[in-house]
């Protein structure tokens, strides 16, 4: 179907002439000279504001494309400056996985013109649209991505349009799956003091719905982070073949990038995500978070995370179970974090076929049992005088900030006790000290594995509430609170409970505090309130909305009025809540805690239809 070079309208084949704006529907730039050396052969495709064709340079004899602001935009300044803008930042980027950019000018005809490399591949688009990707696949496709990422955000260049569309597939060199990242149109250059006119405005949104981050989606001001976000949309849609937000409404799309929980790869496709390892996945949620904060800090930091996630992911599992758990039912850790410290490799290695631990030593397990550790708190068995002697020295080395010399000394214990659980404390706590706050956790999770009475260690339980406020390691140090700690955890688990942090993770402390019989730490109308605005279906919220309505609890009020259907122009610019099944059970819930309100805060009752009439015809 031809498409007008004109406005870009799709015209049917036997028009002559665009019936939208009355442009020819004969391309005149195929088979002409453009800037008398790109011969120009067939046109690849036309986007929002330009053509791109296949040409050949004359001198060089080569295959180009040639990309063609489309004259409707010729004339705008706004679309000139970003065409403008485009060849800037590509000619800034010297990039094997970003299209190389080589010329850009204007003919006499007033053409603007952009020169790239010639792509003959396909489109991620494309290949998602087979069906998810195998892992290694996708993992490969997202480095190069995160590479290309890092090298632009290095120069000062953020993408923010990063999509499926904009990232092409190539052979070179005999490699397939070569990546080339596409269209810097709506780059931002970061460059401070660099004098040039914002293409964009504070409250102006720019991007693709699917894939903006919740601050693009606001219109504030955007980082490398949006591009991080977009890339952790990107490799959810690779392994799924489904995007996290989904619907044919774009506004509601943005609406739930700024709102909505992202949904665990087992909600869009379970069949797909059984093959994504739980490490992978909890990386891909870190850059996904909805504060910019809580994502990685840099491409090559998510680079980093994933290179760890699918090395732990890919460590086979152990070959015995412990008491009451099936054989192979979790995974080792990776053995190389330890890496710099070949006996503590060694000294673990001892440690499982001594005992035959059946538990992981990071706290990412392909199953995560949910039993709460209820058992009675005792306190460590006390080490030999020898070997209490030397973990004093240590101590008191740790204490002290020596953590070289503590490392070698603990170095030397751990060879001659691998099998030691105050050793193995004593590991988390100098890789606590020492920034390596994952590895903690697994000495951690091992310590009490071999003596349950360092579940109520002061130090240990501090360290697990810190772990919990950092958004990579907030389910792992979880996963430990709940199910190794237990009691001695209960003020930590108050404070996931009743902070503002993951649902996901509050409802967990709170089942966990129920269980341990401390449910009433947990603040039940603030959690049922954001269930509430977490969303779902009609059927999901009727029975928190009658239970917020039994509460008296004036601050469920506002969440509940959220709830009716909106008015006026409200409801052009805000998906409209279902409340199909509960219409009377929300009216009732309202009208009870509006009865608490002191009675000039009471909303006053509407006219019926019938009385307004009658006010608008005596005139009033």
Request: aromatic share 4%.
């Amino acid at each position: 179907m031809p498409i007008c070079l004109a406005c870009a309208f799709e015209s049917a084949p036997e028009l002559t002439f665009c019936p939208q704006c009355g442009a020819s529907l004969h391309d005149p730039l195929i088979g002409a000279l453009l800037d008398g050396r790109y011969r120009i052969d067939a046109r690849i495709g036309v986007g929002g504001m330009g053509a791109v064709y296949r040409a050949f340079h004359t001198s060089l004899k080569r295959e180009v494309a040639v990309k063609v602001l489309l004259p409707d935009f010729g004339g705008k300044d706004e679309f000139v400056r970003r065409f403008q803008r485009e060849a800037e930042s590509a000619s800034r980027l010297a990039h094997p996985n970003i299209i190389a950019v080589t010329d850009f000018g204007r003919t006499p005809e007033a053409l603007l013109f952009l020169v790239m490399e010639f792509l003959d591949g396909q489109s991620l688009t494309s290949l998602i649209r087979q069906g998810p990707i195998a892992l290694p696949r996708a993992l490969a496709i997202v480095r190069q991505i995160l590479n290309a990422l890092s090298h632009a955000h290095t120069a000062g260049i953020v993408h923010r349009d990063l999509k499926p569309d904009n990232i092409m597939l190539v052979q070179r060199d005999g490699r397939a799956d070569v990546v080339k990242i596409l269209d810097f149109g709506i780059a931002k250059i970061t460059d401070a003091g660099s004098g040039r006119e914002a293409l964009t405005q504070a409250g102006m949104i720019f991007g693709t719905p699917e894939y903006l981050s919740p601050e693009q989606a606001l219109g504030d001001t955007v980082d490398a982070r949006a591009d991080l976000y977009a890339t952790g949309v990107i490799l959810f849609e690779m392994l799924t073949a489904r995007r996290p937000f989904e619907s044919d409404d774009k506004v509601r799309i943005i609406s739930m990038h700024l709102s909505h929980a992202v949904p665990r790869m087992s909600e869009v496709n379970s069949i797909a995500a059984a093959a994504v390892p739980m490490p992978v996945e909890d990386v891909v949620m870190q850059a996904l978070e909805k504060e910019r904060e809580n994502r990685f800090a840099s491409a090559a930091a998510f680079l980093a995370a994933l290179e760890d996630a699918e090395a732990l992911a890919t460590f086979p599992p152990t070959a015995v179970g412990s008491a009451g758990t099936a054989p192979g039912s979790n995974r080792l850790s990776f053995a190389g974090r330890l890496g710099n410290h070949p006996r503590w490799v060694l000294g673990g290695v001892v440690l499982l076929a001594s005992i035959g631990l059946g538990v992981a030593l990071l706290p990412w397990g392909a199953s995560r049992p949910k039993i709460v550790a209820t058992a009675k708190v005792t306190r460590p068995v006390p080490p030999t005088a020898e070997l209490g002697a030397r973990i004093r020295v240590i101590e008191g080395l740790l204490g002290a900030g020596e953590i070289v010399r503590a490392r070698v000394a603990l170095d030397q214990v751990l060879a001659e006790h691998p099998s030691d659980a105050r050793v193995r404390y004593l590991l988390g706590r100098l890789a606590f000290a020492d920034d390596r706050h994952a590895e903690a956790l697994g000495s951690y999770r091992e310590a009490i594995a071999l003596d349950a009475g360092f579940r109520g260690d002061p130090i240990l339980i501090d360290h697990l509430g810190v772990a919990v406020g950092e958004s990579k390691l907030a389910d792992a140090a979880l996963d430990l609170a709940i199910e190794r700690v237990g009691r001695p955890a209960v003020d930590l688990l108050e404070r996931v409970a009743n902070g503002n942090g993951d649902l996901r993770r509050r409802q967990r402390a709170a089942r966990a505090l129920i269980e341990l019989n401390e449910g009433r730490r947990v603040d039940q109308v603030a959690l049922q309130i954001a269930e509430l605005r977490k969303g779902g279906t009609c059927e999901e919220r009727k029975p928190i909305v009658i239970a917020l309505g039994k509460t008296e609890d004036l601050r469920a009020l506002p969440a509940l009025r959220a709830q009716r259907s909106r008015g006026g122009i409200d409801r052009l610019f805000a998906a409209e809540p279902n409340i199909s099944c509960m219409k009377t059970e929300l009216a009732d819930a309202i009208a009870k805690l509006e009865a608490k309100l002191p009675a000039e805060k009471r909303p006053q009752a509407r006219p019926t239809t019938r009385q307004s009439t009658s006010r608008l015809f005596r005139g009033r």
